[in-house]
């Protein structure tokens, strides 16, 4: 569905991703893991065209996405922002519901659709016309996903979705993260380095260091990888290949 | 080598004025094509119109209502000096409507207005709301900028308007209150000693006005660097560049429309 061929980017001597290839194929659920600063955000806004690469190809569903209309290609992904990213100015039900607002859905029926999705990632109806400010952090970030399922989008892009949260309820972020990608049977990619979020919600792992993929490969064997990288990474050891920046 | 060193930190220099003169263009004409391309968003402009124009009145109005009134002493004062005291609801009535109203109305809308236009939109960029719209298929331009450009742009010379009408009050206020002028011959001495052209001028500077007041905010907000650091510098840029720019905006249009 989503395939990266040779994908580069630097930030003026800083060279962020060194030329990615990857697939995605159709409703799987990736996990991109990775130290932080290592371009795992970049790589995903690059896809999304929020970050313009400096060469390489991006193809969804076989074509190049700089030939596809952009209202129509940003139509088939949804988003949940590391911080939430909620529009300050817009109560919770419009932020849910802005792209079918934006579509031209009456206001109560969008309104309804909703309070719908807010339930299903477990808010009740009354933080509906709450502004994002009177939530706490985890109800954000459940509001936030609300926003991303909201059009049952075909792709599903999760940046930290559990940064910042306490452990039970970052369980809960992931539970919501790994039901929506079922019921909706979207494409979920997901980066993180929280080693929980990545048990549970990914079918296969990626580990991006140093602007490449050292590491492709299904959840189940990411224990037994063999990759340097990989250990070092998920037992969180300072030493190996790795260079912690202290 | 330190001459082709420097030569060489100048032309850097240079080239980067110029890209920045570019993006800058490239952002205020691509914002205003906006105005021509459905969709539009009619909510965001309501809410645009309000925030600049219906909020701003108490401030533009008190602001009008002291300044009018100490003109009036000072130009009696002044007048004084020569026996001019007479000339105090004309010199009021000119100095309100063609420079103090839209001047004053301008710099207090760049305060006000510029300033949370753009540490709104740069709290939106630091805070990936930005990035959000892009992804919810919305332009940033269109849904930010637009509004706030066509609302400064309609709103402030009505302020301006409602500031000069004030500030002739205020001058009125304490010309008949403690220098002892009488109400009705100093309304008819305004009216009379008006023209159209300095009407037509004061509502054109604030429009101006308001559109560099908008634009200014809208640019360092959508430009603002990391951090709160970022949106206080975002800021304080903005409200400068404002004020700067609508004093010699001002300038501009006074030799337009006055210079002999």
């Known amino acids: 569905m989503i395939e990266l061929r040779q994908l580069a980017k630097s930030f003026g001597p800083n060279r962020v991703l060194a030329g990615i290839d990857l697939d995605v194929p159709r ?105 994002p400010a009177e939530l706490s952090g985890g109800m954000q970030k459940r509001a936030a996903l609300a926003r991303a399922i909201a059009a049952q989008p075909e792709v599903i892009f999760f940046d930290e979705p559990t940064a910042g949260l306490d452990p039970i309820m970052a369980g809960v972020i992931n539970q919501l993260i790994r039901e929506a990608v079922t019921q909706l049977g979207a494409t979920a990619v997901t980066i993180t380095h929280d080693m929980t979020t990545v048990r549970t919600v990914a079918d296969r792992v990626a580990l991006l260091h140093d602007g490449l993929l050292r590491w492709v490969g299904p959840a189940s064997e990411l224990d037994r990888s063999g990759d340097p990288y990989v250990d070092q990474f998920i037992h969180g050891r300072p030493d190996g290949p790795i260079a912690p920046l202290r | ?168 009050l205020g001058g009125w206020a304490v010309a008949t209150q403690t220098l002892g002028f009488v109400s009705t011959p100093y309304l008819r001495n305004t009216i009379n000693f008006l023209e159209p052209l300095d009407i037509v001028s004061s509502l054109t500077k604030g429009a101006v006005f308001g559109f560099l007041a908008a634009l200014m905010g809208c640019w360092f907000g959508l430009n603002s660097g990391r951090g709160a650091m970022g949106v206080g510098r975002a800021t304080k840029g903005a409200v400068v560049a404002a004020a700067v720019a609508i004093l010699a905006a001002n300038l501009a249009l006074t030799k337009v429309f006055f210079a002999a």
């Open chain 1, 27 to 131: 409703g799987e659920s990736l996990v991109i893991i990775g130290g932080s600063g290592t371009g795992k955000s970049v790589l995903l806004k690059c896809i999304l065209g929020l970050v313009q690469p400096d060469s390489g190809i991006i193809r969804l569903d076989g074509q190049d996405v700089t030939r596809l209309p952009r209202d129509a290609f940003l139509g088939r992904f949804g988003m949940l922002f590391q911080g939430g990213a909620l529009f300050d100015s817009l109560p919770v039900w419009q932020n849910v519901a802005f792209r079918h607002l934006k579509d031209g859905m009456p206001r109560a029926e969008a309104k309804a659709r909703a309070i719908e999705t807010l339930a299903r990632v477990g808010l009740p109806a009354r933080t509906a016309d709450l502004y």
């Open chain 2, 1 to 168: 080598m330190i001459l082709l060193a420097a030569l060489a930190r100048l032309g850097a220099w240079t080239l980067g004025l110029l890209a920045g003169i570019g993006r800058f263009a490239a952002f205020t004409l691509g914002a205003l094509s906006h105005g021509l391309r459905p969709p539009f968003h009619g909510r965001e402009m309501a809410l645009a119109l309000l925030q600049i124009g219906w909020l701003s009145l108490p401030v533009v109005g008190l602001t009008a209502l002291f300044t009018g009134g100490a003109l009036a002493l000072q130009i009696y004062a002044g007048g004084n000096r020569f026996g001019a005291e007479a000339v105090v609801p004309q010199i009021v009535a000119i100095g309100m409507v063609r420079e103090l109203g839209p001047v004053l109305v301008g710099l207090m809308i760049a305060a006000r207005v510029t300033s949370s236009i753009a540490a709104e939109l740069a709290t939106m960029k630091v805070t990936e709301q930005i990035d959000a719209l892009v992804t919810l298929s919305t332009d940033p331009t269109k849904y930010l900028v637009l509004p706030r450009l066509l609302a400064g742009t309609v709103s402030v010379p009505v302020l301006v308007g409602i500031g000069d009408i004030i500030g002739i």
